[in-house]
């Protein structure tokens, strides 16, 4: 048996790189593994070789200690891997294979896996539809910020690249495809981003420049970045899109300076229940001003695409209400402007082939576009601590020296 080593969540503000069991084909009792999920036979897994593994603006909820995570959790939902073995009910995935694994665990078996809805699943977590690699309350899949991973349902989730060498050329880019590029792109397309739209993105951090690139992918006349951070702004800027700062005040006021008008056809909130205020605020946690903001300058019948990350627990809110999940979101304002909203995880089966092919074919630079940066395994818990700081880059990290970081 290889060994492996992983990234492991300790307590708030703590990661460190520990050795870790070795995948095999049965999920074992862990921290944050549900009860009716051990025990649990995995013929239909496959044991990825992890070439590239993304540090996440959703892991970093757990690592502040803004969620019920355990400490013990290995962390990491976003996997490019080499097939190196595979279970005894896999047909198609072979060893060798590399491969894309959707951030979404699913059994390609129930009802909404069927109709396309890969992020509830409705068999792979026994709390509530919907799964996740090495993330809390989702049923307590081992993470993939490691050596090795397990993957269930090998031939319904991985997505393989269909020449390995060109692949490689392209690593960095196609990433992305595990989470962030879907997910930005779902929020685009959720909130009806198109030839010709104006669009508003909230945040930009790695999810909202990746909606960034994907509403330019999808047509958009304009793309306006919002954030406090002038380097994550500067890099949004770095491929053509105008940009906001949140903390001068209300971002309605810019928006009319760049369009004219103080609305937008489409809005995407990149930014999730740790949001701050805007203008005077902008020190303040207000997590519920990115999406009373949006409903504001969307235009009446236009959308709001939601992929940033609300949860139904948050040890760490400042209001008793936000504890639970409530905000005070100004409902009556969305309603009366007849908005659709756009909520959840995003399904990446949906979209992961032909953003695949768009990477490949060269219609799009993902990477530069969010500044994907590789690093050594070893440096996560640096890493972590870069990002949490605001960092304008896409950590990902290489376990095995295939990605050229330094060591």
Not at 260 to 279: K, S
Not at 329 to 340: Q, V
């Amino acid at each position: 048996m290889s060994g492996n080593k992983g990234v492991v969540y300790e307590g708030p503000s703590r990661v460190d790189v520990e050795t870790i069991e070795y995948p095999e084909y049965e999920l074992r009792d862990g921290p944050g593994v549900n009860p009716a999920n051990v025990g649990r036979k995995l013929p239909h897994a496959a044991i990825l070789k992890v070439v590239a593994t993304n540090i996440c603006g959703s892991d970093q909820h757990m690592v502040r200690g803004r969620t019920t995570a355990p400490p013990g959790l290995v962390l990491g939902h976003e996997i490019t891997g080499e097939v190196i073995d595979t279970g005894p009910d896999v047909e198609f995935v072979k060893r060798g294979d590399l491969v894309s694994v959707p951030f979404n665990i699913a059994c390609g078996r129930c009802r909404n896996c069927k109709e396309g809805k890969t992020g509830i699943c409705e068999h792979v977590n026994p709390d509530r539809p919907g799964s996740a690699y090495g993330y809390v309350d989702m049923g307590g899949w081992v993470g993939g910020q490691a050596q090795y991973v397990l993957t269930p349902y090998a031939d319904w989730n991985l997505l393989r690249f269909p020449d390995k060498e060109q692949a490689m050329e392209k690593i960095l880019d196609l990433a992305m495809l595990a989470d962030i590029f879907p997910t930005g792109y779902h929020g685009c397309v959720s909130a009806g981003v198109g030839p010709g739209s104006t669009v508003y993105i909230a945040g930009a951090g790695p999810v909202g420049l990746a909606a960034a690139a994907s509403a330019q992918l999808l047509g958009a006349a304009v793309v306006i970045v919002g954030d406090l951070n002038k380097e994550r702004l500067d890099q949004a800027h770095s491929f053509g899109c105008e940009t906001v700062n949140v903390s001068l005040g209300d971002p309605k006021d810019q928006i009319e300076h760049i369009l004219g008008t103080p609305e937008v056809d489409c809005g995407v909130d990149a930014v999730g229940f740790e949001a701050r205020g805007h203008g005077h605020e902008a020190e303040v946690e207000r997590p519920a001003t990115v999406l009373n903001s949006l409903m504001d300058l969307t235009r009446a019948g236009g959308a709001l695409g939601i992929p940033g990350l609300y949860v139904t627990g948050d040890p760490g809110a400042q209001e008793e209400a936000a504890k639970q999940g409530s905000l005070s979101i100004r409902f009556g304002l969305g309603w009366a402007k007849s908005h659709a909203f756009f909520t959840g995880q995003c399904p990446v089966m949906r979209y992961h082939r032909k953003l695949m092919e768009a990477i490949l074919r060269d219609k799009v630079q993902i990477a530069k576009a969010v500044n994907a940066t590789p690093i050594p395994l070893e440096q996560a818990p640096q890493g972590y601590h870069e990002f949490d700081e605001g960092a304008a880059r896409k950590y990902v990290l290489d376990p095995h020296g295939l990605l050229g970081s330094s060591k």
